[in-house]
């Protein structure tokens, strides 16, 4: 297992003496913007209602958020190196709140977008920095490791989460609860955070890489939106075909920018850290899985199944609890075997239980035949979710945390992105065969499904491969 890299000397010091509180306090952070990905779905159909928003409109609402969360990842992980990571936490956590209170209070469809863009911009600064305090927090490599297996718990009950917690917020406040909620929580991180983690030390932050933060965050934007396109266009659509174009030429002149520009928003020179490379490349690989995953089931066991939202989301609590119970156990099993055999362990159970959940017939019962499958999921998103983070923060040197965070939130919603769009299209090309050849409607989804989660599940076992034979260094 690689070392873990000393901070540098303007972070040498402790950033907390009760730092386990402080970690209780990022990762509650951290659990709202994972969360608020998902919560919103179930309030979509009560909000088009209210607000006047047909379908188009409505995917608008989810996509201001992604738009913006993933193409400014990169640019909020250096502002959090240059500027100091508490700091730009606190903005970012500051400005998370005030936008889910706009959008709360929104009584327009304009209004409801620009406080969701405002969201995921929010995001972008909170997200990256709080993954740097943290490496901070804990620079010991047993102590870290740790840290992030309650990193990675949290997270994953925020994705799984938000299923139940929109449709009980839904049912019971109406749907501007599903956004007011953030605000409370984000207060009392606002208040605890100064008074746990110590000011960010002087700093010299000199020129910011203006072109390089223009075009990353644009590359980023069109390769999202893309994606995000294809959902609703399919892949021959003028649109994403446009965007994916555009895409490949804003990356290309921001390689340009960064190995000729003095001080680089991204120095390239940073994928030489081969775990923190791996790390990415299997995040891109585990979030297409998870977010094609999480999506598909709640849609079969409410389209198909017949489950309502509740009863979809308190289907979904095996899952986040072996989850969490993994996530937990996870850092003692690093300890002894190391970050690789346990992240590839992980994926293959991720593949299996995603195999197994693809056999599940139009008619499943949850306790013979969903039951099994979901919690060898958990145990399986348990375990990659904290040795593929693991993996991107390792060795990575103290001005740089933040970077490392940005890096490995891109690959996260970039990988989601991806999966949603290639693997939904595989799911509603199968259902529409079947379709065809004279299958009930809940039968030709059931096997549109199933290919999604083959397909998830052949993600997963890439990623176990490319561990596998990923030279260390």
């Known amino acids: ?104 209070l929104s009584f327009s469809a304009e209004m409801l977008l620009a406080a969701r863009a405002l969201q995921g911009a929010s995001a972008a600064l909170l997200a990256p920095a709080a993954l740097a305090l943290l490496t901070h927090l804990f620079p010991d490599a047993k102590e870290r490791t740790t840290a ?21 917020l839904t049912a019971t406040l109406g749907w501007q609860s599903v956004f007011f909620v953030n605000v409370p929580i984000g207060a009392i991180v606002l208040i605890a955070i100064p008074l746990l983690v110590t000011r960010d030390g002087a700093r010299t932050p000199g020129r910011l890489d203006v072109a390089g933060a223009v075009t990353v965050t644009a590359a980023l934007v069109a390769l999202v939106g893309g994606f995000s396109a294809v959902e ?86 095996p899952l986040a609890g072996a989850l969490v119970l993994v996530a937990g156990a996870v850092p003692s099993l690093i300890g002894r075997l190391g970050v ?3 992240l590839i362990g992980s ?67 970039i990988g989601g992105a991806v999966g949603l769009a290639v693997l939904g299209t595989i799911a509603g090309l199968r259902t529409a065969a079947l379709e065809a050849d004279g299958a009930t409607a809940a039968d030709a989804l059931t096997g549109g499904f199933a290919w999604l989660f083959l397909g998830a599940a052949a993600l997963a076992v890439v990623g176990a491969g490319v561990v596998a034979v990923w030279r260390r260094g």
């Open 1 to 104: 297992m690689s070392t873990l890299t000393v901070p540098t000397a303007q972070d040498a010091a402790p950033r907390s003496s009760r730092r386990w509180l402080a970690l209780s306090v990022l990762a509650l952070a951290q659990f709202l913007v994972v969360l608020d990905a998902s919560i919103v779905n179930i309030a979509l159909p009560v909000l088009g209602q209210q607000l006047g928003m047909d379908t188009g409109a409505l995917a608008w609402v989810i996509t201001a958020y992604v738009l913006a969360f993933g193409g400014l990842l990169l640019l909020g992980g250096r502002l959090a190196d240059r500027y100091g990571h508490r700091r730009v936490f606190l903005v970012g956590t500051a400005g998370f709140v005030a936008a889910s209170a706009l959008a709360g």
């Open 148 to 168: 992030l297996g309650v990193w990675g718990g949290v997270a994953g009950i925020g994705s799984a989460a938000g299923v139940l917690l929109g449709g009980v």
């Open 232 to 317: 609703q266009l399919g892949f021959l659509h003028p649109l994403p075909l446009v965007l994916f174009a555009g895409a490949l030429v804003l990356g290309a002149a921001f390689l340009v920018i960064e190995r000729r520009t003095a001080e680089p928003l991204v120095p390239l020179s940073v994928f030489r850290n081969r775990s923190l490379a791996l790390g990415n490349v299997v995040m891109v690989l585990g979030g297409a899985a998870m977010v094609a995953l999480f999506f598909a089931l709640s849609v079969y066991m409410q389209a198909v199944l017949g489950y309502d939202a509740l009863a979809a989301g308190l289907s979904q609590l």
């Open 340 to 342: 690789r055999p346990v």
């Open 347 to 413: 994926l293959l159970v991720l593949a299996g239980g995603l195999v197994w959940l693809a056999a599940a017939p139009s008619d499943a019962a949850f306790v013979a035949q969903l039951l099994g499958p979901t919690l060898l999921i958990g145990i399986g998103l348990g375990g990659a979710f904290v040795a593929t983070t693991q993996l991107a923060v390792d060795g990575v040197e103290g001005g740089e945390a933040g970077l490392a965070g940005g890096l490995i939130n891109t690959s996260q919603q």
